[in-house]
């Protein structure tokens, strides 16, 4: 029985050439722009999340009495100047070396740095600029700030008195590799640095505010001597931190642990709203989509009442008949996915061609998921097995008897 479904809903098909083809054109604009639009506010959304988190700290475990503030100003501006004041005597984390080895045990963090952090002065010369200091091992913070690779000049090296810089900082107090600053802090400790070299972390706000030194003496500077103000984490897949945390939560009930999302509800808030708008889009071009294809068959139907009444008459049972119709169903969301997803694959490259010669280069990369892919496909094949419900049952009810003697 299938196969005879299949065999005259190819037929009708075919015979209605005009018909099928603009049917299948529908279908195919309607996959190509879901797959463009999805691809596109994918590749916006990774972009996005990478430069706000992508060289930051992912969880904090922060002291009592200090709560770390958002990445974000008011108006949705990345910023750097976590400077929350200088760090109170009870702001900080005693048995932090207790601390990390647990963590160190997670095979699901891919980065655990101590940080040693507060407010001081930068001065060279007559130049002075608040700074926010952040005291660090860097072998471990290297894993989240990614120093080496983006250290421009000199050495990334923060050992004994030498620091990094940020470029911003640099070209306000005119500093060059080698020089020496001096840098006082809240409590009125003053400590004498070399500059080892310059670091470009693509925030203005950092580049212009930052300074890393080692761990040993940015405790000594902000009185925090054996202790550290935080610890900083990082993990593979970003938006399992909020899971994560919770289970160290659990494991260390007396210090707080905040994730990018919670001090990042602006950001998240905006991505929540730039999907919805998408699949609004897309719910409405399938929608017309599966309006157009239930036309079409609805009109076949009327077309070719002559010839379901003789497949009737001839011992078509109302299934046989009505499996027609989802067979033409079937066949043309199957051809127009395909050929949607063919020409969604040529928008990306032409959208990123066109890009790239007015000057404009797209600073993210447009990849499309296997699994978008895949749902896309899918849906719109079903939506074109349900477009055929109403001709099915329209050709169901027919009468052979009446359909020939009218006919």
């Known amino acids: 029985m299938l196969r005879f479904a299949l065999l005259m809903a190819w037929r009708f098909l075919v015979t209605s050439r005009s018909q099928t083809f603009l049917i299948i054109l529908g279908i195919t604009v309607g996959v190509a722009i879901q797959l463009f639009l999805s691809s596109l506010i994918a590749g916006l959304q990774a972009n996005l999340i990478d430069q706000t988190v992508g060289d930051a700290p992912h969880i904090l475990i922060v002291p009592e009495n200090r709560t770390p503030t958002s990445f974000l100003r008011s108006s949705g501006n990345l910023v750097a100047d976590r ?192 999907s919805f708008s998408s699949y609004l889009i897309q719910f409405f071009v399938l929608l017309a989509v599966t309006l157009g294809i239930a036309s079409v068959l609805v009109v076949s139907v009327t077309q070719r009442i002559r010839e379901i009444g003789i497949l009737k008459a001839m011992g078509t049972t109302d299934t046989g008949v009505s499996l027609v119709f989802f067979a033409q169903g079937a066949i043309l969301g199957s051809f127009g996915s395909l050929s949607g997803a063919l020409v969604g694959f040529f928008l990306i490259r032409l959208f990123q061609q066109a890009a790239r010669s007015s000057g404009g280069a797209i600073s993210f990369s447009i990849t499309v998921q296997p699994a978008t892919l895949l749902a896309i496909v899918v849906i719109s094949t079903v939506a074109s097995l349900l477009a055929a419900v109403s001709p099915a049952r329209q050709a169901r009810k027919l009468v052979p008897i009446e359909v020939i003697r009218n006919g």
């Open 83 to 274: 400077l929350a004041g200088p760090v109170k005597e009870e702001a900080k984390i005693l048995s932090w070396q207790r601390i990390e080895r647990r963590l160190l045990a997670r095979p699901d963090l891919r980065a655990v740095s101590p940080l040693v952090e507060g407010p001081g002065v930068v001065r060279r010369g007559e130049l002075t600029k608040s700074v926010l200091l952040k005291g660090i091992v860097l072998e471990r913070a290297d894993r989240i700030y990614e120093l080496r690779e983006r250290t421009i000049r000199g050495i990334p090296q923060t050992g004994g008195s030498g620091v990094l810089v940020g470029k911003v900082l640099a070209e306000d107090l005119q500093l060059e590799v080698g020089d020496s600053i001096t840098i006082t802090t809240p409590s009125g400790r003053t400590g004498t640095f070399t500059v080892n070299g310059v670091f470009d972390l693509r925030s203005k706000a950092i580049n212009a505010s930052w300074i890393f030194l080692d761990l040993t003496p940015a405790q000594t500077l902000l009185d925090l001597e054996g202790a550290i103000s935080a610890i900083e984490i990082q993990i593979d897949q970003v938006f399992q931190s909020e899971r994560i945390a919770e289970e160290l939560r659990k494991v260390f009930p007396e210090y707080p642990i905040e994730t990018w999302q919670t001090r990042n509800q602006q950001l998240l808030s905006a991505l929540r709203s730039q």
